[in-house]
T-cell receptor, first 111, second 113 residues
Framework: GESVGLHLPTLSVQEGDNSIINCAYSNSASDYFIWYKQESGKGPQFIIDIRSNMDKRQGQRVTVLLNKTVKHLSLQIAATQPGDSAVYFC??????????FGSGTKLNVKP | DGGITQSPKYLFRKEGQNVTLSCEQNLNHDAMYWYRQDPGQGLRLIYYSQIVNDFQKGDIAEGYSVSREKKESFPLTVTSAQKNPTAFYLCASIGHLTFTEAFFGQGTRLTVV
């Protein structure tokens, strides 16, 4: 299968600080990259996606950066809040609508 | 409300038994997926279906079977051939208009006893 992995398994940040979650991917042919958030005991929820021909996309309090040269994806969360505490997964959309997920980064927001 | 529903939330299976996990969606989505999640790990694709009466194996299909007789339903059977079935199972669906936004169910936690 495809390889989508994350650099850091756990990230702790202070409430109000910005968070940066990183992801490496291996399939250059993927046309979309996506970030999901998973709270404990629940299914993942879509956060934001980026098409492979873009290098940056912004949402509400979140920004996704794509560096195709080094096959790196990052999710930036501005003014991190306690409700942002969760596991974050990057995923890539490959052929035939198959999605491959990374192993996840746990974000802990300290009050 | 539109959504995707998995049942049961918790399931216990004796060794050697087959069990079926239910997944139903009322989002009118064509594509449906089954993923397995082990503690501290990402999601691994078991099976997926792009259309009714058609499905494809994912990366870890051995020991699992699926059917797609209706657009709304994509049940997963964990057979006795699956040697390590204890895991969290997630079902997802995707519409053709929002083709990167997968909607996930709440998951079924399967435990072999």
């Amino acid at each position: 299968g495809e390889s989508v992995g994350l650099h850091l398994p756990t990230l702790s940040v202070q409430e109000g600080d910005n968070s940066i979650i990183n992801c490496a991917y291996s399939n250059s042919a993927s046309d979309y990259f996506i970030w999901y958030k998973q709270e404990s005991g629940k299914g993942p929820q879509f956060i934001i996606d980026i098409r492979s021909n873009m290098d940056k996309r912004q949402g509400q309090r979140v920004t996704v950066l794509l560096n195709k040269t080094v096959k790196h994806l990052s999710l930036q969360i501005a003014a991190t809040q306690p409700g942002d505490s969760a596991v974050y997964f990057c995923a890539e959309k490959a052929d035939f609508n198959k999605f491959y997920f990374g192993s996840g980064t746990k974000l802990n927001v300290k009050p | 409300d539109g959504g995707i529903t998995q049942s049961p939330k918790y399931l216990f299976r004796k060794e050697g038994q087959n069990v079926t996990l239910s997944c139903e969606q009322n989002l009118n989505h064509d594509a449906m997926y089954w993923y397995r999640q082990d503690p501290g790990q990402g999601l691994r694709l078991i099976y997926y279906s792009q259309i009714v009466n058609d499905f494809q194996k994912g990366d870890i299909a051995e020991g699992y079977s699926v059917s797609r007789e209706k657009k709304e339903s994509f049940p997963l059977t964990v057979t006795s051939a699956q040697k390590n079935p204890t895991a969290f199972y997630l079902c997802a669906s995707i519409g053709h208009l929002t083709f990167t936004e997968a909607f996930f169910g709440q998951g079924t936690r399967l435990t072999v006893v």
